[in-house]
């Protein structure tokens, strides 16, 4: 009988089956499809902590042989070491790749300068990723104002919006769009752990399991156990029932804002698949 009352999954990755592909991002990638042949220069904006999982093959079939800049976005939850890595890893496949926590000037400032291209009185960029990857983020920190809408919840841009970023500089930025079908049970609970699935798409007391057992089997000290987690933030209602819903929607809160410390669930040399 597992403690709490909490559900124990057989295995780590989730029981239940993650998906979510609602008809804007169809109609998403059908206008990126038709945008991409405008623009010079691509940014991918990519989850630091979900580097693997949390970007489309979809879109970089469609970047083709233009500029390709990948941004590996809130580098402040993610592991510095496994961060620089994947950068390091990026470069090796000709990638030039930034980690970027929008709060850092001179790392936006950077990524900007690779957005003109040289010849072009105009230089045209589109910002691309899946959901809540910070990609609007980006794009006020490049613009210096807040211009386009910023949640930290999956699908709130839900259209293209052009931005003047300079005179020599016009930027897109686009929708976040999943793939049709998230392949492996891994990369369901991974993107639902960092905010790129909306919470009425999954289990949390299932995702909140899948978190905490990967931590443990990694040694990773600083990521409670669900039940310790419990026992610390007394989600007990009367008569000793643990409240479970709650407590793992807090347990994914917690972890998706590191505060649990900064954590990277993928590694660039672990294709792991659970």
């Known amino acids: 009988m597992p ?9 780590i ?3 239940a089956t993650i998906q979510w592909y609602p008809g804007h991002m169809a109609r998403a990638m059908r206008h990126i499809g038709d945008a991409v042949r405008l623009v010079d220069v691509v940014v991918e904006a990519i989850d630091a902590r979900v580097p693997r999982s949390g970007a489309n093959p979809a879109l970089r079939r469609m970047i083709g042989r233009r500029r390709h800049v990948v941004i590996l976005t809130r580098s402040d939850l993610a592991d510095p070491a496994a961060t620089r890595a994947w950068i390091a890893s990026f470069a090796a496949r000709g990638l030039t790749a930034l980690a970027v926590n929008a709060r850092e000037p001179h790392v936006v ?8 291209v040289e010849g072009k009185a ?3 960029a589109m910002v691309v990723g899946i959901p809540n990857a910070g ?3 980006i794009v006020n920190a490049l613009i210096k104002r807040t211009a386009a809408k910023t949640e930290r919840r999956a699908g709130v841009t839900m259209r293209t ?6 005179a020599s500089v016009e930027l897109m930025d686009t929708p976040g769009v999943l793939v049709p079908k998230i392949a492996t049970k891994a990369a369901q609970w991974k993107l639902a752990a960092v905010g790129a699935i909306p919470p009425e798409r ?8 899948c978190v905490a057992r990967w931590a443990s089997e990694r040694g990773l000290r600083g990521v409670p156990s669900v039940e310790n987690f419990v026992k610390e933030r007394g989600f007990v209602r009367r008569g000793g029932k643990v409240d479970a819903h709650n407590a793992a929607q807090s347990y994914l809160r917690a972890f998706e804002q590191a505060k649990f410390g900064r954590v990277s669930l993928e590694l660039a040399d672990d294709a792991e698949a659970t």
Request: hydrophobic letters at 30%; proline letters at 5%; glycine letters at 4%.
């Open 3 to 11: 403690a709490f009352g909490l559900r124990v999954p057989s295995e």
């Open 13 to 15: 990755s989730s029981t």
């Open 109 to 116: 400032a950077r990524l900007g300068s690779l957005l003109r």
């Open 122 to 124: 105009t230089a045209r």
């Open 135 to 137: 990609k609007s983020t």
């Open 161 to 166: 919006q052009w931005f003047r970023l300079s």
């Open 202 to 209: 999954y289990d949390p007391e299932e995702v909140s399991r």
